[in-house]
């Protein structure tokens, strides 16, 4: 896809998360998208037929926020410390621009949907950036190489999807950012040098 495509796409898919977490799913319309996106009703027609096709595109919205992210961090940063950076800041994200009941559904449908993962699809920008972190980490002995670098990025991306779920279950009584803070050094402890 080529670059003006994806920007017209992901400023669809922009405004669409912004608007349901300022007016919830039910509250916002296709009218209302196209108007914050700056787009027009033939180009939103023509990435998705309805409002319904935005609920999939979360791993679009991450996968942006993840790209910016990569932009902030220092390229001397311990590789071992980008990961919990990433963590971290990407769950004050979550906290602050993604409604808690939206993606407690989203992750559902995730569970009992055939075909089409889009949150596991290994070739989202998400998983190539933790991939070349752990990369990183290794090559300057930073992250251990116990386990290649395909199986690190698996168990990451399994602890960062088990916060968000545990904090969707407990129905946000708590701060995910801080809990990811708290927990995911923990949790990848193993891995570092």
């Known amino acids: ?15 669409a998360w912004q608007l349901f977490y300022e007016k919830g799913y039910n509250g916002t319309t296709v009218d209302d998208i196209i108007a914050l996106s700056g787009t027009s009703k033939g180009s939103f ?4 037929n309805t409002k319904d096709e935005l609920l999939n595109t979360l791993s679009v ?5 993840y790209e910016e ?6 390229s001397e940063m311990n590789s071992f410390d980008k990961l919990l950076y990433m963590n971290y800041e990407m769950h004050i994200m979550m906290e ?14 995730q569970l009992v949907t055939e ?3 889009s949150l596991l699809d290994q070739n989202r920008r998400y998983y190539q950036l933790v991939t070349r972190i752990i990369e990183e ?11 290649p670098v395909s199986a690190i990025t698996k168990y990451y991306a399994m602890c960062e999807r088990a916060l968000v779920s545990d904090w969707c279950m407990n129905k946000g009584s708590y701060s995910l950012s801080g809990y990811s803070r708290e927990c995911m050094p923990i949790m990848m402890e193993h891995f570092r040098i």
Request: hydrophobic share 30%.
């Open 1 to 15: 896809m080529s670059t003006e495509k994806r920007n017209v796409k992901s400023r669809i898919v922009s405004a």
């Open 45 to 48: 027609y023509y990435y998705f």
């Open 61 to 65: 919205i991450l996968d942006d926020y």
């Open 69 to 74: 992210l990569e932009m902030k961090m220092d």
């Open 96 to 109: 602050r621009k993604i409604s808690r009941d939206l993606l407690s559904s989203l992750y559902s449908t």
């Open 115 to 117: 075909g089409d993962n």
């Open 137 to 147: 980490g290794q090559n300057r002995g930073q992250i251990s190489k116990d386990m």
